[in-house]
């Protein structure tokens, strides 16, 4: 009954003091209400008595509950946001106090969901992925060859490598927002940095040059994005990354050899002393050296 009346009072028009009030204090009442009835049933009795306007309230006091939420919680979670969806549509707010919790697996699972939210809701959503393995935020981690599911959290890489992997058009992702949303990562430079964006791209272009898939339909658009935000980077792409892309056959993949193209010829008029972009040019085969030539040199 308290929960509900400072909700209530909260909420109200003009109550801005109150509601500052009360989620300055809601890691204090989030923790007592658990400590005392459980925090996968106090969350879930609290969500069914929230109002549409007290929702704000509801998620600070879902955030608050536990630092360290067991299984019960995140099932309640998802339960909450099922039971609060509007025709069908589900509120992917509802379990983001919940992701650090959840296994790699499941995580990838629910990015078309974080996809398709607003800017806001999406960002929030990988920072809370992230929250416990801030450490290995350079690493793309591999699942025990004997178990499944071992995994929790996503690190910054690979979030960027199942962000460009996402089957968007299977999910229901119009092609401009799977688009945008990598872009929206790149932009938070202090986070998605130059180690971080070099590292996904390494993972990514490492699995296309054994063979075993083929480069995400984001891939060079994020490349030529890189050159133009990173220099500290524009040794490593066109010594390396562009070099390897030419090992694995990027040229028989029109758009992808289009954006390679691109690349290439950012680098080799940056000017940037270091840069050798001629090194990974001159490793193409004569038909596609021509191409290049032509289309970008002027060269016939």
């Known amino acids: ?35 005392k009835h459980g925090a996968a049933s106090i969350a879930f009795d609290v969500a069914s008595m929230t109002t549409n306007e007290e929702i704000p309230l509801l998620l600070s006091f879902l955030e608050n509950l536990s630092g360290n939420p067991d299984q019960e919680l995140i099932e309640a979670c998802f339960k909450i946001q099922e039971t609060r ?8 707010r509802y379990i983001i106090p ?8 499941d995580l990838v699972g629910h990015l078309p969901g974080f996809v398709l939210a607003e800017d806001k809701v ?72 130059d180690r971080v964006v070099q590292s996904a791209l390494d993972e990514i272009s490492g699995t296309f040059l054994v063979g075993s898939e083929k480069l995400p339909l984001a891939f060079m658009r994020t490349t030529i994005l890189v050159v133009t935000k990173h220099e500290s ?10 070099p390897r892309l030419v090992d694995g056959r990027i040229y028989e993949d029109s758009r992808q050899w289009e954006g390679w193209m691109r690349a290439a010829h950012i680098l080799e008029k940056s000017g940037d002393s270091g840069v050798r972009a001629q090194d990974a040019i001159s490793k193409l085969p004569a038909e596609q050296l021509m191409q290049y030539q032509q289309k970008w040199l002027g060269k016939r």
């Not at 009030?21 to 204090?28: C, P």
Request: with cysteine.
């Open 85 to 92: 969806s509007v025709d069908g549509k589900k509120d992917p």
């Open 1 to 35: 009954d308290m929960i509900k009346t400072l909700f209530n009072a909260g909420s109200t028009e003009k109550a801005d003091v109150l509601s500052k009030t009360v989620r300055a204090n809601m890691r204090i009442l989030g923790r007592t209400a658990a400590t």
């Open 233 to 242: 980077l524009h040794t490593w792409i066109s010594q390396v990354l562009l």
């Open 122 to 193: 999406f960002l929030d959503a990988l920072v809370r992925m992230g929250s416990r393995v801030s450490r290995q935020a350079l690493l793309f981690r591999e699942e025990p060859e004997d178990a499944q599911n071992t995994l929790y959290g996503l690190t910054l890489t690979e979030q960027l490598v199942y962000l460009h992997k996402l089957d968007f058009s299977g999910k229901g992702i119009p092609q401009k927002r799977y688009l945008n949303a990598i872009k929206l990562c790149l932009e938070e430079d202090q986070t998605f940095n």
């Open 98 to 105: 919940v992701l650090p919790a959840m296994s790699r697996s």
